[in-house]
């Protein structure tokens, strides 16, 4: 099943676009009580799975955390993403790459190969030739950074409407297998993209929870015409809920909340 | 000491500004007879790194040609880079991150602290908050991509004067410890970043050699007021000059003759 297909299924069969986004910190790991010491990540990782794995329709992983790890946090990410496709849920890894020519097929087949995630985030900074390698892999599916939920997206994206000419190239490019990723902080232009642009493929939404983004406009302003389109991605207000040696208690109460709020 | 004065010292003392990209693809890797089996990424680099060294002011390795071997990949990058500054040569880890908070913060050390880089390539596409976790690592040095050497330099680049927008903010954000990737194949917009703009901090230009950019163009736009600010980095014709068993003494060769004509 390819991707879309898979997050359709699970978005429909548990009833949200709810995303968990897992990034063990090694900060706060610490401060968990419990956790097997030879491989946290991994512990964490299942245990936030464990508790969750109905209330989402995919999970996010963001690999800088893994990589600050070296090679054992790659083997970590690795067990972590198989466990998670077992669990029947897509997993995006979230990793900002952009690079051209064969480096580009090196890190599309580590992304999609050899750490075997189902889709990807990337930056759009170098052009086509830089997503291309990744589109070329048909069931897999990549997220392109239009617009994202932090300060510095005034810095280059919302000079010159930027983050409208990625959009646009994106609906150019015209792959069912692309999508944008656009912050919650930024609703009015999530609007935009629906509508003015006419955008009607997928939409990773970060920015809701610690970053403070507001859910009932990304709910309204993000669906497409056939109301699906939109996954909604929460990390720390839900993985980091309780620091307890029970965190994944409180992470799957939360998680259990936000999903009743992401019907789509 | 850090990275600028390094490249300075490597550069005088070794009369130029070439710098090896060293990207062992598998495919060419597999190419070559008498290679070790069991980590062939190092024994390839290695070798690269004995017959070259006198002959570059830095090494630069590409990190996706290593993330494709999964976690064995990462310990022979980290072997590797460790091998490079024990021969007193800076080493620039070309890996285009780009994110935010704690996860840039992850990536920097990562970078700076895990794999050990001197100094490494970064996307501005998020702007300040994505550069700043690397700009606070004062001993070592971060290139933000500018524009860049392929056709997809189009899409966005080139649209709107991204390039000079990056440029400027670099000059505005006035760190020493930040500079500029600028490829060979548009020496004229070199020009105009010296010119223009008045950047005078460190340029590191790919492109010549397969891409096809003019060397002669790049030395003389390329350089800044001190006759200094200038790592061109060359990869394919030079490490892959030949498949032989001893593809060394070719790359040497090689390498041996760009010296001369990089002397700055």
């Not at 900002?96 to 900074?125: H, M, N, Q, W």
């Not at 983050?163 to 999508?179: M, P, Q, S």
Request: glycine share 10%; net charge positive.
């Amino acid at each position: 099943m390819d991707f879309v297909s898979h997050v359709n299924k699970t978005s429909h069969d548990r009833g949200t676009c709810l995303c968990i986004g897992i990034d063990p910190h090694q900060k706060k790991l610490d401060e968990i009580e419990g956790l097997d010491k030879r491989s946290m990540l991994l512990d964490f990782g299942r245990k936030i799975v464990d508790h969750t794995r109905e209330f989402v329709c995919a999970y996010k992983i963001n690999i800088a955390f893994f990589e600050v790890h070296g090679a054992k946090g790659i083997e970590q990410l690795i067990e972590l993403i198989s466990y998670i496709k077992k669990s029947g849920t897509p997993l995006i890894l979230d990793c900002k790459r952009g690079d051209i020519g064969s480096t580009a097929e090196a890190y599309a087949k580590a992304c999609f190969e050899v750490y075997k995630a189902d889709a990807v985030t990337l930056s759009p900074y170098m052009g086509w030739d830089s997503v291309k390698p990744f589109a070329d892999y048909k069931g897999n599916f990549s997220f392109i950074l239009a617009l994202t939920s932090n300060e510095g997206a005034n810095d280059f994206q919302l000079s010159g409407g930027l983050y409208r000419k990625v959009a646009k190239k994106v609906i150019e490019w015209d792959k069912e297998n692309l999508g944008l990723v656009i912050g919650a902080t930024k609703p009015g232009y999530l609007r935009k993209i629906r509508k003015s642009l006419g955008f009607n493929g997928l939409i990773l939404v970060p920015g809701i929870g610690v970053q403070g983004g507001d859910l009932n406009k990304v709910m309204e302003y993000g669906i497409n015409n056939n109301g699906k389109g939109l996954i909604i991605s929460i990390s720390r207000s839900i993985i980091f809920a309780s620091m307890a040696r029970k965190f994944y208690e409180a992470a799957a109460k939360k998680a259990f909340e936000y999903r009743a709020k992401m019907n789509i």
